[in-house]
């Protein structure tokens, strides 16, 4: 079997590798020259866990090769980027771009797999825009008679820092174009998946992508909107949510600094897109979750006017607890705006950054570990919740000044609030 899988990113080069272990031929493509030597060399562009041993393994015995240029292959995998413009509407070019790529390399016996996050609907352009490009080949549902290709949308759903684990143990949603489709698909995802596949449409296969994140996002806005309103009135949002969660049916995630990465943060304005008038539940939490971002830097303001010319520590970047991707970082919006107003008073303790982002360049902010910060600094801003820094123990932070955005610390003593109650503005 050969098997192209067009985009080298978070998604496209774990697949791709993940693929080649099962003994296929993956051919990796990518627009980026550098993305493919690098990937030729054995090495990846990319951290994520145990990554690097599986693709140098992959390359070495010659079942991955990347190139900047389509080839013939059996089954075709499109993992591009569906970013989003100023109006939160989804730009799905990259997507069409691969289908026009591959549409010059396709055969009678090929299947095309759609993996990208996308709008209802776009699989069906994909299947209108090869039928277009290539008059020449049967397409599924379109043309009478047994079609010459097959055309399925397959979400990924993997967690960044799990994605090799949930590659393979997380169920799968197929939707073909036809039933058709899907069983073929079905058969390509059996060789190294495994979780259960189940089929359905590709219109119901795109809509449950967009579902689980948006769901993810509503549920974390509730979060987040409670912190405020907690605070608001003196009660600690973390013990409420610990008591509410002992209830059978209650399950409330964790609120934060805002939420963050490529996908939660875009996915559900798809949805909104797709249906502007029905959709206030899932904008608000959108607009929820963006305002906590500014809330929570005027919350820190406040703290850190408080004690003025002390240094103040704002633990982690990151976009999420343990990993080193600061895309679309809520934590990483709040320490710019703090140095940005603060200047040489501002520390950042990231463990997962070997230098600050360019972000910094020119606010007196430096970048410090954490056994600095506990000597030097009387204020703390927690940002992320990475382990190292849940694990510092009440003797070393209890006389700190702590706002706790993302509740590590249970026990830490209360630090007071230095401002009148504040507006979640969304
Ligand atoms: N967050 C909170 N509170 C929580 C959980 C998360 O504030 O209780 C924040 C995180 O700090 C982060 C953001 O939300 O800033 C997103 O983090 P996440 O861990 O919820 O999700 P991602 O973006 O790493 O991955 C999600 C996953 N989707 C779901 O869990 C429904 C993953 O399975 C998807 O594959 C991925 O999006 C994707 O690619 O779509």
């Not at 909104?272 to 939490?285: F, K, Q, S, Y």
């Amino acid at each position: 079997l050969k098997v192209a899988v067009l985009g080298l990113g978070y998604i496209g080069l774990p697949t791709a590798a993940v693929i080649a272990r099962t003994g296929a031929k993956v051919l990796g493509i990518d627009v980026s020259q550098t993305v493919v030597e690098t990937v030729n060399s054995g090495r990846v562009h990319i951290e994520e866990i145990d990554l690097d041993g599986l693709v140098s393994g992959v390359v070495a015995r010659g079942n991955l090769r990347a190139s900047t240029l389509i080839e013939p292959a059996d089954v075709f995998v499109i993992a591009v980027p569906t970013p989003f413009g100023d109006d939160h509407a989804p730009d799905i070019g990259y997507v069409l771009d691969a289908a026009t790529t591959v549409a010059a390399a396709l055969k009678p016996g090929d299947m095309v797999i759609l993996e990208s996050t996308s709008p209802v609907g776009t699989t069906e352009k994909v299947r209108d825009l090869l039928a277009a490009l290539r008059p020449d080949l049967k397409v599924p549902g379109m043309t009478p008679g047994t079609p010459d290709i097959a055309i399925a949308y397959c979400p990924e759903r993997v967690l960044p820092g799990r994605i090799l684990v949930e590659l393979i143990d997380n169920d799968r949603v197929i939707g073909g174009i036809t039933p058709r489709c899907a069983r073929k698909a079905l058969q390509f995802y059996r060789r190294f998946v495994r979780g259960a596949c189940v089929t359905t449409t590709s219109r119901a296969a795109e809509m449950t992508k967009l579902t689980e994140n948006a769901f993810r996002d509503v549920n974390i806005a509730f979060a987040n909107e409670l912190s405020v309103v907690a605070e608001n009135m003196g009660v600690d949002v973390w013990e409420v949510i610990r008591l509410a969660n002992r209830h059978p049916r209650v399950n409330i995630l964790a609120p934060g600094p805002g939420v963050g990465g490529h996908c939660i943060a875009v996915d559900p304005w798809f949805l909104v897109h797709g249906d502007p008038e029905n959709t206030p539940l899932i904008r608000t939490a959108r607009e929820v979750n963006d305002a906590k971002t500014g809330y929570t830097i005027g919350r820190a303001e406040a703290l850190i006017e408080s004690m003025p010319g002390v240094p103040v520590a704002c633990l982690g970047l990151a976009f999420k607890a343990n990993i080193d991707d600061f895309r679309e970082s809520p934590a990483l919006k709040v320490a710019q705006a703090l140095a940005k107003r603060f200047g040489e008073r501002m520390r950042i303790v990231e463990p997962y950054a070997q230098a600050l982002p360019a972000a910094f360049d020119g606010t007196g902010a430096r970048l410090i570990d954490i056994d600095t910060a506990i000597e030097e600094c009387p204020i703390f801003v927690v940002l992320v919740d990475h382990d190292v820094f849940k694990s510092v123990p009440l003797e070393e932070r209890a006389a700190k000044r702590v706002y706790d955005t993302r509740g590590i610390w249970p026990d830490q003593p209360a630090t007071p609030q230095h401002a009148a109650p504040m507006l979640l503005r969304t």
